[in-house]
């Protein structure tokens, strides 16, 4: 079965996040004053799998062994068919 | 005794690195591409700096994943050296040779300057020919330098004399203005727990001679050089 897969890397909460803080100085100089605003990294990938859960595993997987430094990323997986 | 200066796609510092070692020290040392591996055992390793896999994903992410690295982490095991350098502290980092990360700079642009070092620890292997406490002058050229562990772990690098090196003024003050990137503590310098792996983001092969304008870094090779000749 194949999967589309999309991988969401995030800076951990509290972590100090410099190019969303640059990013929003950006913003407020153009006018757009925001309160909150933080950057992530997604990853799109199709994945050949058994099933939901084994392509969730295999995400994980990937997450924990390269897409993600667990000192200072969360990750969120989401998984369609 | 020989050394090995570790080559991946992007490093920049890697024949800087050997010149310090045989032209500068007098040691023997081989540049090794990654994708060759390692044909002997080395008495040290260097992870050079530059930009590895075009610091893709994250510095040093794709380096560290690399099957070279392998044999790099069990010669470390075995109680030898390893000196990660910039890029090369990126890389010991993120394959666990010490804890934490060098992430993005607190202002998130590449800084290129010298700065002041102070020696917090001059027991280790690469440190031993300083004086604690000493004021030493190296570059930095990093955007991915600001030292980021959880403060548990931080606090144990403190306790256990583990922090090599911390950015401070010329007067030896570890203060906030002192601090280019934003790193915890001032940490610049992070020993692992047997003290065998140093990873700096200063670039002492960058000042290993006068000539360059400061010879302070060429302390850390003799240093490594003085522990192998004491095995």
């Known amino acids: 079965m194949k999967y589309k897969i999309d991988i969401t890397i995030s800076l951990k909460g509290g972590m100090l996040d410099p190019e969303a803080r640059a990013i929003q100085h950006a913003l407020s100089n153009l006018g757009f004053n925001t309160e909150n605003l933080s950057t992530a990294r997604v990853f799109k990938i199709d994945l050949e799998a058994e099933d939901k859960d084994a392509a969730r595993a295999r995400s994980e997987e990937m997450c924990e062994r390269l897409l993600a430094n667990p000192v200072i990323h969360s990750y969120t997986i989401e998984v369609r068919e | ?231």
């Open chain 2, 1 to 231: 005794m020989r050394f090995a200066v570790l080559q991946f796609g992007g490093s920049n510092c890697d024949r800087d690195a050997m010149h310090v070692l045989e032209d500068v020290c007098g040691v023997e040392a081989d540049l090794v591409w990654y994708k060759d591996g390692f044909s002997r055992d080395y008495d040290g390793i260097i992870i050079p700096g530059g930009f590895s896999y075009g610091d893709y994903l994250r510095a040093g992410a794709i380096a560290t994943r690399t099957p070279v690295m392998k044999d790099v982490i069990s010669h470390a095991r075995s109680g030898r050296l390893v000196l990660g350098i910039c890029n090369g502290a990126q890389i010991s980092a993120e394959s666990g040779l010490v804890p934490g990360t060098f992430t993005t700079n607190e202002y998130p642009k590449f800084i290129c300057d010298r700065v002041y070092l102070r020696v917090e620890n001059n027991s280790s292997p690469f440190t031993s020919l300083y004086e604690k406490g000493e004021v030493i002058r190296m570059p930095i050229a990093h955007k991915e330098g600001r030292y980021v562990a959880p403060d548990d772990i931080v606090e144990k690098l403190e306790r256990e004399n583990r922090v090599a090196f911390k950015f401070c003024n010329e007067k030896g003050e570890v203060t906030l203005n002192s601090n280019p990137n934003g790193t915890m503590n001032n940490i610049t310098g992070v020993l692992s727990e047997n003290a065998n792996v140093l990873a700096m983001m200063p670039h002492p092969e960058r000042a290993a001679e006068k000539v360059l304008g400061s010879d302070d870094g060429k302390r850390i090779f003799d240093s490594m050089i003085a522990h192998i000749e004491a095995q």
